[in-house]
């Protein structure tokens, strides 16, 4: 619970921007959602740690939240310490002329535009997924027969109990979208391993990618990308195709026509029409083919998950 005393503190310690009553529909990508009490933008490894060890010491909680492109925040909102790390953690370090580390705040749009002027090949297929470093590593980000583990030479983490330490690749257990690190642990950089390659090529491949998505996803539309996990050996858009909701409507939220698995808010969606939906589409899929389908976004707010 975030208290006016916690506040008041973390008004005190922490250097970087702080907002109270923050709407968190202004940091999603399907632009939904309810109010956060507290958002805080750490100005720098120190500060994002003092805030852990107050957040720590007043019995409160937090949760890291990246570009939202990959969340539903709930119409309620959030009563957890919200860590952003957009607006300060975006340095890229040269560790040498194939490895390089990023920030977690870095955009995956930064990034790749950065290793096409260097000549550095491997993340390609995960152009113009909105999301950041941080965000992709923690989902195991992927597209194209790509894992963004692939890539991971290590990662620096801030575990719950306030420590600073760096997981090498092997230690930290990735699956289908996801990953093994301890519950809470915040994201705070990652050292990556390239392919040399010429900055020509590589664009190229980039923009065969990007023609890919602009033909079979609803780019420019607010929504939180694929919504659902592919069960072993199925689509999940092709279940959902043929189990009728092309186009099926709950409120503002609509499952796009265009890629079965993306649900789009046409602007009046509230979360909870787009959870209603998800619902929908888990039942009916149940009924009809007897499979479960995971969701691959991830829904927060004041309640449980889904």
């Known amino acids: 619970m975030i208290t006016p005393e916690l506040v008041r503190r973390i008004k005190e310690k922490i ?15 399907f ?13 720098d490894i120190n500060d994002l740690l003092n805030l852990v060890t107050l957040i720590k010491e007043f019995n409160a909680t937090y949760i890291v939240v990246g570009s939202g492109s990959n969340i539903i925040v709930k119409d309620e909102g959030l ?16 560790e040498n002329e194939t490895f390089i580390r990023f920030e977690a705040g870095v955009m995956l749009s930064k990034a790749i535009s950065y290793c096409i002027k260097h000549g550095l090949s491997g993340l390609e297929p995960l152009i113009m997924v909105p999301g950041t470093i941080g965000g992709a590593i923690f989902m195991n980000a992927g597209a194209y027969g790509m894992e963004i583990k692939d890539l991971i030479k290590d990662v620096t983490l801030i575990i719950p109990d306030g420590r600073l330490v760096k997981y090498k690749k092997e230690d930290i257990g990735y699956k289908y979208r996801g990953q093994f690190l301890p519950k809470g642990a915040i994201i705070v950089d990652a050292s990556f391993s390239f ?3 010429k900055a020509q090529d590589i664009f190229e491949r980039t923009e065969k990618y990007k023609k890919m998505r602009l033909k079979t996803q609803p780019i420019g539309q607010p929504s939180a990308g694929s919504v659902f996990k592919n069960p072993p050996g199925y689509k999940a858009w092709q279940l959902i195709d043929e189990a009728g909701f ?11 026509p265009k890629h ?44 449980n998950e889904i």
């Open 260 to 303: 079965t698995n993306f649900i789009i808010n046409e602007g009046s969606a509230k979360a909870k029409d787009i959870i209603d939906l998800i619902k929908t589409i888990q039942s009916v899929v149940k009924k009809k083919k007897n499979i479960d389908l995971e969701l691959e976004i991830k829904i927060i707010g004041n309640k």
């Open 31 to 43: 632009k939904v959602g309810g109010v956060a009490d507290l958002l805080v933008s750490p100005f």
């Open 15 to 29: 250097r970087g921007e702080i907002y109270e009553s923050y709407p968190m529909h202004k940091r999603t990508t």
């Open 246 to 256: 092309r186009g099926y409507r709950i409120g503002g939220a609509v499952v796009s």
């Open 195 to 197: 392919i040399s390659d």
């Open 79 to 94: 009563r957890d310490v919200v860590i952003d790390l957009t607006k300060n953690f975006t340095n890229i370090i040269k």
